[in-house]
T-cell receptor
Framework: EAGVAQSPRYKIIEKRQSVAFWCNPISGHATLYWYQQILGQGPKLLIQFQNNGVVDDSQLPKDRFSAERLKGVDSTLKIQPAKLEDSAVYLC?????????????FGSGTRLTVV | DQQVKQNSPSLSVQEGRISILNCDYT??????FLWYKKYPAEGPTFLISISSIKDKNEDGRFTVFLNKSAKHLSLHIVPSQPGDSAVYFC????????????WGAGTKLIIKP
């Protein structure tokens, strides 16, 4: 089966610019996660979708970050405006459903550098 | 406030020997623990997990041990192989975290030939 697809792989932007990342989960996976991984740290959950509804966005900086999952399939994560501290790898993961009995499959991530 | 800690940023082990990666947690409500492996430029991949009702879980060369009283878990890899060189993340989950994964910072394992 095809894995979780993410694009772009790399992005360099200036602070205060905007950027968008795209994720296409594994076909049939109802749950989709966006994680932020800052260098030297573990991944931090930004938002979790179940189909096209938000389950948890408690750690999403909503003043600058937004995410959507229209039609319950692929998803976009946007940052506007970007800050230097947003430099990180943004990982998308999907699973059949919510719950740890269902394994997560991660994409390769998008490495964002804000200069 | 780091609820899951991996205190060794890196570990170097001779091929064929045992690799032991450690993880400590502070939240006694965590009841499920996972280890993920990550190669450069790839996403993490699931390796092995353990529920708090067990103290050991084995899968081939990989064994995870859980010491609940010490709030400590460890991953043993025996024997270590060159392909095991990667960053290993410990993650924990429980009711307190709404069953979301809380991740450690990772340990980079280097297997020397």
């Amino acid at each position: 089966e095809a894995g979780v697809a993410q694009s772009p792989r790399y992005k360099i932007i200036e602070k205060r610019q905007s950027v968008a990342f795209w994720c296409n989960p594994i076909s049939g996976h109802a749950t989709l996660y966006w994680y932020q991984q800052i260098l030297g740290q573990g991944p931090k959950l930004l938002i979790q979708f179940q189909n096209n509804g938000v389950v948890d966005d408690s750690q999403l900086p909503k003043d600058r970050f937004s995410a959507e999952r229209l039609k319950g399939v692929d998803s976009t994560l946007k940052i506007q405006p970007a800050k230097l501290e947003d430099s990180a790898v943004y990982l998308c993961a999907s699973s059949l459903s919510h719950g740890l009995d269902y394994g997560y499959t991660f994409g390769s991530g998008t490495r964002l550098t804000v200069v | 406030d780091q609820q899951v800690k991996q205190n060794s940023p890196s570990l170097s082990v001779q091929e064929g020997r045992i690799s032991i990666l450690n993880c400590d947690y502070t939240n006694s409500m965590f009841d499920y623990f996972l280890w993920y492996k990550k190669y450069p430029a790839e996403g993490p991949t699931f390796l092995i997990s353990i529920s708090s009702i067990k103290d050991k879980n084995e899968d081939g060369r990989f064994t995870v041990f859980l010491n609940k009283s010490a709030k400590h878990l460890s991953l043993h890899i025996v024997p270590s192989q060159p392909g095991d060189s990667a960053v290993y993340f410990c993650a924990a989950s429980g009711m307190d975290s709404n069953y979301q994964l809380i991740w450690g910072a990772g340990t980079k394992l280097i297997i020397k030939p």
